[in-house]
C-alpha cells in the first residue's frame, strides 16, 4: 500500500504531530478499537479480519524524508501511533519500520511518542532521551486480556519491555485507556498503579462505545473516583499525568 501523505496533525487531546504507517492491527482489540470501526465505517477495511492483517504503507519513509523537515519547526512532537500500533506483535517488518520513522524523528530533533500493546524493542534506548515509550495496559487479568486485546503480548512481558528502558534511563508512559468497568472485569485499580509507579506519566480515560459500561450502575461514578484515584497516586508519586476528556463528569 502507499499514501501521498503521512505527516498528520491530530485532534487527539494529548497529541500534537502523528504517523500512522500501518493500515490494519494484528492486535484485534474488541473493547471495541476506535480505529476499527472508523476503518470499517470508510471502506478502508472490510471487516475484523481484514483488520488483522497490518498493510504497510510501503513507501512510508520515502514520504517522510520529504515531509519531515518542510514542517520540522511547527512540530512540538510526534505520536506513533493512534490508528495502529508501531511494535505490533507477531510483526517484525511494522517494528523495523516504526524504528527507522524514530531514527528520522530523533535525526530531526524531533520529540518522538510511542504506544504499545506489544513489546518496546530495546533499540529505542539508542536514541535521545527526550522521547517517551509506552505500554497501554489497563488490567493485569489475562483472561480480560485474551478476551479483549486477544492477540497483543501478554502484560508481564509488555511491562518488562518498558521497564527496561527505565531502567536505562529513558522516559516511560502508560496509556490507562480504555479503562473497564468491574462488571467487565473485577480488579484493583491502585495494585495496577502500584506496578507502574516507576513510570514518568500516565493518561488515564474511561471505556466509549461499550454497552457493559452503561450497564453498570453508577458507571459516571465509578469513573470519578477512579479518576480521583489516579491523581492522588501521581500526586503523591511525582508522575506527570492526564485525565482524558469525558472521564470526570461532575454529577
Ligand atoms: S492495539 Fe490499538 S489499534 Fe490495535 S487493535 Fe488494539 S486498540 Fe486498535
Known sequence: MERKKLLYKTGVEYGDYTINHVLGCAHGCTYPCYAFMMARRFGRVKDY????QPRLVEN???LLKKEIPKKQ????????????DPFMTGYPEVT??????????????IKCTALTKGVLPSELSKFDRKHEWGISLVSFDEDFRKQYEPFSIDYPTRLASMKS???????TWVSIEPYPTP??????????LSQVSFTDRIIF???????????FPGYQNFYNNAGETVIAFCKEHDIDYHIKARTLIDL
Do not use: P
Open 165 to 171: 528502558l527505565h531502567d536505562l534511563d529513558c522516559k
Open 60 to 62: 512510508a519513509i520515502d
Open 96 to 109: 523495523e519500520m516504526s524504528l527507522e520513522i524514530i531514527k528520522l524523528l530523533d535525526h530531526y530533533g
Open 183 to 192: 462488571n467487565i472485569v473485577e480488579q484493583d485499580l491502585r495494585s495496577l
Open 205 to 215: 480515560g474511561r471505556l466509549h462505545y461499550n454497552k457493559l459500561v452503561s450497564a
Open 49 to 52: 479480519n481484514d483488520w488483522l
Open 73 to 84: 519547526k511547527s512540530i512540538k512532537s510526534v505520536h506513533l501511533c493512534f490508528t495502529t
